[in-house]
Each structure stands twice: as C-alpha cells, then as structure tokens.
C-alpha cells in the first residue's frame, strides 16, 4: 500500500482558503485518493476523493497533477467548525476487498 | 438512512470482563470494518468482513473477535483486555468491498480497560 505523508498540523484564518497536501510517491496505478475529515471523539467523515485532475464537491476540491505522487485538498472559506483533522488515504479500490492506512493526518486549526 | 450506529457510547471493563459492541448499519451495505483509535492517532484497521465473510484480520489478538451475524450488524466480543486496548473502537460499511464506494463511520465507542 502506498503511504501517505501530510503536515503534521496548520493554522488558518477563517474566511481563507485552506490547502493541504498529501505526498504519495509510490502511488499504484490502481490506486485512488480519498480524504475524511474526522472531529475530536467522532468517527471520520468522507470527503472527496478522486484518480486524476481535479474533482469538486459541495465541500471541497481535489487536484492531483499527473504524475500523481502528490495531491492537494482544497477547501475554500473556512469557517470554525472546520477546525479538525484531515486524512489523505490512498488505497486499492479495485481489489476483491478494500483496504486503505490512514495516515498521520494535517490537524487544522481555524482561527477567528 | 445513512447512519452507522454503535453500542455503547462509552464501556468501562476489567481485565477479566467479557463484553461486547456492537454496530449496526441499514444501508444495505455488504462490506463492514473494526478500527482502533488510540488518542491523537490515526484509526488503525483491525477487522474487513465481506458479504458476512471476514476477509482480513490485521493480526489482531484473539482477545478481540469478531462476529458477523447478518448483513446488517457487526459485533465485536472482547475477553482478557489489557489496559493498553483502551481506545476508540470505530466501526465502518461501505457498498461493497472493493470498488470506489467510500467508507460511512460510526461515532464509536469509548472502551476503557481498568
């Protein structure tokens, strides 16, 4: 499984654009990028995920360049209730069961 | 419905205790997982059962068995626990497994191990 690395933790001031990046260098060709968000004592929360390019959702966007060794969560306006930990995974999605590691995660911390 | 539920919220054990949680999901999803989630870390996978077949064990200790009655619930049976298995225990569905359908969590339950 490719493994993931992420800033250990970012500050943000609401109302900003906020991105974070997620390295994967021996990302497999099968393999897609998925993001949860997960709040203090709750399960984690999808988000967005994707293969190549960019992807867009009511929440957030995703951009993969093509070698796809990196890709980067966008989120746009941050508010407060942003403030979370953010988790890029990479995983065999194709596969006869589906398998992922979560990585370390990005804490964000928004600011008012 | 788009809910994975887990009983109990919070579970106090000893270390001769038997106890059991369990998660429980109506979305009609065919694949469900066990995670552990220690404080400030990230969910570690334990258990994947696949149309109420486990598929992988993470070489997780027999202390911790799991048991897949139905489709629609998942349970995990825990015996001789130590105190370092204090943690949030996460439960998953998702479609299928395998495929790109995306995992739908619990909000866990918060086992302490005295």
């Known amino acids: 499984l490719a493994k993931t690395t992420q800033p250990i933790s970012m500050d943000s001031y609401e109302g900003q654009e906020v991105n974070i990046t997620c390295s994967h260098n021996?990302?497999?060709?099968?393999?897609?990028i998925t993001w949860y968000q997960q709040f203090p004592s709750q399960g984690p929360r999808f988000i967005i995920q994707?293969?190549?390019t960019k992807v867009t959702n009511e929440v957030a966007s995703l951009f993969i360049p093509a070698d796809r060794k990196s890709s980067t969560l966008s989120l746009p306006r941050v508010s407060l209730s942003d403030t979370a930990v953010y988790y890029c995974?990479?995983?065999?999605?194709?596969?006869?069961?589906?398998?992922?590691?979560f990585g370390t995660g990005t804490k964000l911390q928004v600011i008012p | 419905d788009t809910e994975v539920t887990q009983t109990p919220k919070h579970l106090v054990m000893g270390m001769t205790n038997k106890k059991s949680l369990k998660c429980e999901q109506h979305?009609?999803?065919?694949?469900m997982y066990w995670y552990k989630q220690k404080a400030k870390k990230p969910p570690e996978l334990m258990f994947v059962?696949?149309?109420?077949?486990?598929?992988i064990n993470e070489s997780v200790p027999s202390r911790f068995s799991p048991e897949c009655p139905n489709s629609s619930l998942l349970n995990l049976h825990l015996h001789a626990l130590q105190p370092e298995d204090s943690a949030l225990y996460l439960c998953?569905?998702?479609?299928?497994?395998?495929?790109?359908?995306?995992?739908?969590f619990g909000p866990g339950t918060r086992l302490l191990v005295l």
């Open positions: 021996n990302i497999a060709t099968n393999d897609y």
């Open positions: 059962y696949s149309y109420e077949k486990l598929s």
């Open positions: 995974l990479v995983g065999d999605l194709s596969g006869g069961y589906q398998k992922v590691t």
């Open positions: 998953a569905s998702s479609p299928l497994a395998g495929g790109t359908e995306t995992q739908y």
């Open positions: 979305m009609g999803h065919r694949a």
């Open positions: 994707g293969y190549k």
